[in-house]
Structures are given as structure tokens and as C-alpha cells.
């Protein structure tokens, strides 16, 4: 059973950089064809999708971010993991990682204020 859970903190200033890691158990984030994202919502928004990286490790972000968004990935812990930097509050959001459209996390708030 492929699962995955967000981490990372709750709480983040202004202008700082978010940082938030996926766990995926159940199936090598490694093994094709699948592909690993981070989408948000934010209140009262819809969900938006922030970047992917692929089995191979290739990287795509949406350009909706300007460059804020950065996608990358720690094979040794079957990990992938996202910053976001230059946070302001439009950013408080529920973050989720997601396999494909399918397989979901939880999802993780983070709030951003000073």
C-alpha cells in the first residue's frame, strides 16, 4: 500500500523559506513511470498545483511561483521535499504531496505570520 505523509513545520515568518519533506513508503519514489508533486490549497481557494519531479528525478515547477517553488529529492530515505522561499502570508495554505492524481497525503498547514 503506497502511502505518503508531509512534515515539516507549521509555523513560518514572513520571507522566510518553507521547507517541507514527503515520506513515501510502499513503493520507490525511484521506480517508473510515476511522477511526485506538491500541490496547496489555500483557504477559501482551490487546490494549486506547485511542481513535480519525476522517477528519474527531473524537475518541473509552475511558473505561477516566479522561481519561489524548488522541488528536489533524497533517494537514500525515499524522500522528496519542496522550498518555497520569499513566503508572505498568501502562502498559509494546506500543502500536500501526491503521487500522480491518485495517491494523496494528508496534507500539512502552514500558517505564515510574523
Known amino acids: 500500500q503506497v502511502q505518503l505523509q508531509e512534515s515539516g513545520p ?9 521547507s517541507l519533506t514527503c515520506t513515501v513508503s ?3 519514489i525511484t521506480a517508473s513511470p510515476y511522477y511526485w ?6 483557504p477559501g ?4 498545483w506547485m511542481g513535480v519531479i519525476d522517477y528519474r528525478g527531473t524537475t518541473y515547477d509552475s511558473p505561477s511561483f516566479k522561481g519561489r517553488a524548488s522541488i528536489s529529492r533524497d533517494t537514500s530515505k525515499n524522500q522528496f521535499t519542496l522550498q518555497l522561499s520569499s513566503v508572505t502570508p498568501e502562502d498559509t495554505a494546506v500543502y500536500y504531496c ?17
Open 98 to 114: 501526491v503521487r500522480g492524481l491518485a495517491v494523496w497525503g494528508q496534507g500539512t498547514l502552514v500558517t505564515v505570520s510574523s
Open 37 to 42: 508533486s506538491w500541490m496547496r490549497q489555500a
Open 10 to 18: 507549521g509555523l513560518v515568518k514572513p520571507s522566510q523559506t518553507l
Open 45 to 48: 481557494k482551490g487546490l494549486e
Open 26 to 28: 510502499g513503493v520507490l
